[in-house]
Nanobody, 123 residues
C-alpha cells in the first residue's frame, strides 16, 4: 500500500505565506503526476497545481503567480509554497499522486490521496 501524508497547514493573515508538504511512502516503484487540490464545505474539490515527473507545472488561474509547486522525485515529496494568501484560499488542501506500486500480484497503478490539511486565511 501507499500512504500520502501532508503537513504545513494552519492559520495565516491575509497577505501571508504558508508552505505545505506531502510525502509518499510504501511500496512505490515510481510516481507520475503529483498535485494539490483544495476543497471548501459544500463545493467540489478543485485542482490547485500539478507537477509532472518531468518537472512541468500547471496552476489554476486563481493561484498563478502566488503559488509554486515543487517536488523531489528521489524523496517522493511534493510541496506547495503559497504566498500572498487571501481569505478565498481558505480550504482543506489535499495531496494527490498517481503511483506505480508493487504488491503480491505484481505492479499496479492508481491514484492516492492524503488526509488533508486545513489552511485558514483570516485576520
Amino acid at each position: 500500500q501507499v500512504q500520502l501524508v501532508e503537513s504545513g497547514g494552519g492559520l495565516v493573515q491575509p497577505g501571508g505565506s504558508l508552505r505545505l508538504s506531502c510525502v509518499a511512502s510504501g511500496r512505490i516503484i515510481s510516481i507520475n503526476d503529483m498535485a494539490w487540490y483544495r476543497q471548501v464545505p459544500g463545493k467540489q474539490r478543485e485542482l490547485v497545481a500539478t507537477s509532472t515527473s518531468g518537472g512541468s507545472a500547471n496552476y489554476a488561474d486563481s493561484v498563478k503567480g502566488r503559488f509554486t509547486i515543487s517536488r523531489d522525485n528521489a524523496k517522493n515529496t511534493v510541496a506547495l509554497q503559497m504566498n500572498s494568501l487571501q481569505p478565498e484560499d481558505t480550504a482543506v488542501y489535499y495531496c494527490n499522486a498517481d503511483v506505480y506500486s508493487s504488491n503480491t500480484y505484481g505492479r499496479t497503478r492508481r491514484g492516492y490521496w492524503g488526509q488533508g490539511t486545513q489552511v485558514t486565511v483570516s485576520s
